[in-house]
């Protein structure tokens, strides 16, 4: 693909950005004492640090200066590498291939230099150069390859619409529009354990604020936030070109899915796991369409041969118009495979995601607080979610591989095999 208006800069394609963690939607106020705070809503008695928990502001003021960098990261990068154009390069090893988006002079040919003297909000660029970026990343705490987009609105550059509602970077008319579709949705499909809803989104406690895809790893290098930008670059361009889904195809079909530690009984299904999006969403219905192309493309009746895969995509696009009637269409009915799970994610923390089972649609997933979860662990209230993640309980986690699944084996994969479960993790 070239000629595309956009830069970049070779880092050192997915050796600096294999070991991706995906950490918990983080709240570290969890760890305060509420006591004595006006910050309501969030449970009682947080954590044993005896810190007082920090008020919304004191929250909002640390979240937003953090998207706040990271647009402003996005942005330079933007306009400091514009111009260059992107391909892709393989490489082989057996039956196995790596896939990389190369970036080149779209003048001479040539791969592009770096520009390290380009200067980021944090410092300037890494000097560790390469010319290219891994199409896909590997995610240590699921154990499973992945696809990687910038998080956040458009607003910041990221590929998710539906976080218009509930990041402080949002246009604030905007982010109030939005955030009463949110609402909206989540009052008419509300289950039946659901507690009331707040009048707004609170920005305090929404997980778009606290996204762990702009922070930590994903805004403090500049090599992450650099291929995320060119990935999503390159798919839109592929997109248009026609390649994104030959390409995604093949990339899926033979990257590494390092079996040899997965668990036996996952093993001994033939089915293998992908993560759609460790980090972005289904950003429009034509990249949609185009991910449901690759994940029939290896249903367990696939006519080309292919090894299964069960793709999961947690998503937030339930809250754009016509979003749940078109995931309905196109991966429900005679047009379900059974392997594209689509889980609808909750809005905020503590909150009931939306009910919209059936169809082309997965049960939800939501965050709750620990004291919040284990009330219902304990069957104290109402069950808001059937199966607690246990990743984070596995010694040296977390991992899917090493955690307890709701049948109490070791190795869980219930995000992709229990689809009817709504399947909850625990802020930390
Ligand atoms: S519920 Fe199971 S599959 Fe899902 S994230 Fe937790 S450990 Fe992994």
């Excluded at 999006?277 to 949609?288: A, M, R, V």
């Excluded at 979003?323 to 994610?345: L, Q």
């Excluded at 169809?359 to 662990?377: I, L, M, Q």
């Excluded at 199966?387 to 709701?406: E, F, H, I, L, S």
Aim: hydrophobic share 40%.
């Amino acid at each position: 693909v070239a000629s595309i208006n956009f830069g970049l800069d070779p880092r050192e394609g997915d050796e600096t950005l294999k070991d991706r963690d995906l950490p918990s939607e983080d709240a570290e106020y969890f760890e305060c004492r509420a006591e004595g705070t006006a910050f309501a809503g969030l449970g009682d008695g947080l954590g044993a640090g005896g810190k007082q928990c920090k008020t919304p502001q004191q929250i909002l003021n640390g979240t937003h200066a953090n998207l706040l960098r990271l647009a402003t990261a996005r942005q330079t990068i933007l306009e400091a590498t514009s111009g260059l154009g992107l391909r892709i390069a393989v490489e082989t090893k057996g039956r196995k291939a790596k896939y990389f988006i190369e970036y080149f002079d779209p003048q001479t040919g040539r791969l592009a230099e770096v520009e390290q003297s380009v200067g980021l909000p944090w410092g300037l660029l890494p000097p560790s150069a390469a010319k290219r970026v891994g199409l896909l990343t590997w995610t240590s705490k699921m154990g499973t390859p992945s696809f990687s987009l910038p998080a956040g609105p458009a607003a910041s550059g990221g590929a998710c619409p539906s976080a218009a509602g509930g990041q402080s970077i949002e246009e604030p008319r905007a982010r109030e529009i939005f955030g009463k579709r949110v609402l909206q949705v989540l009052a008419e499909r509300a289950p039946p354990a659901a507690t009331p809803l707040p009048a707004t989104v609170e920005l305090s406690t929404a997980v778009c604020e606290h996204c762990y895809a702009t922070t930590g790893n994903y805004s403090m290098y500049a090599a992450m936030v650099m291929q995320q930008l060119i990935t999503f670059a390159w798919t839109k361009a592929a997109l248009e070109h026609g390649d994104f889904v030959p390409i995604m195809i093949d990339a899926i079909n033979r990257t590494d899915y390092k079996l040899k530690h997965e668990p036996a009984k996952w093993l001994a299904t033939g089915w293998r796991f992908f993560r759609v999006h460790d980090s972005g969403d289904f950003f429009s219905k034509e990249y949609f369409r185009a991910w449901k192309a690759i994940t029939d493309a290896f249903a367990s009746d696939n006519p080309y041969g292919h090894a299964p895969i069960m793709f999961w995509a947690p998503t937030r696009m339930w809250a754009m118009p016509g979003w749940i009637e078109f995931v309905n269409e196109a991966n429900g009915g005679a047009n379900s495979k059974g392997n594209f799970v689509i889980r609808p994610s909750a809005y905020s923390l503590d909150q009931h995601a939306p009910d919209v089972k059936g169809g082309g649609w997965a049960a939800g997933s939501t965050v709750f607080a620990p004291s919040a979860a284990d009330r219902v662990v304990a069957c104290e209230v109402p069950p808001t979610f059937d199966w607690d993640c246990q990743a984070y309980a596995v010694k040296n986690g977390p991992t899917c591989r090493g955690a307890a699944d709701p049948t109490g084996a070791t190795g869980c994969r219930a995000c992709w095999a229990a689809a009817d479960a709504v399947v909850n993790y625990r802020a930390h």
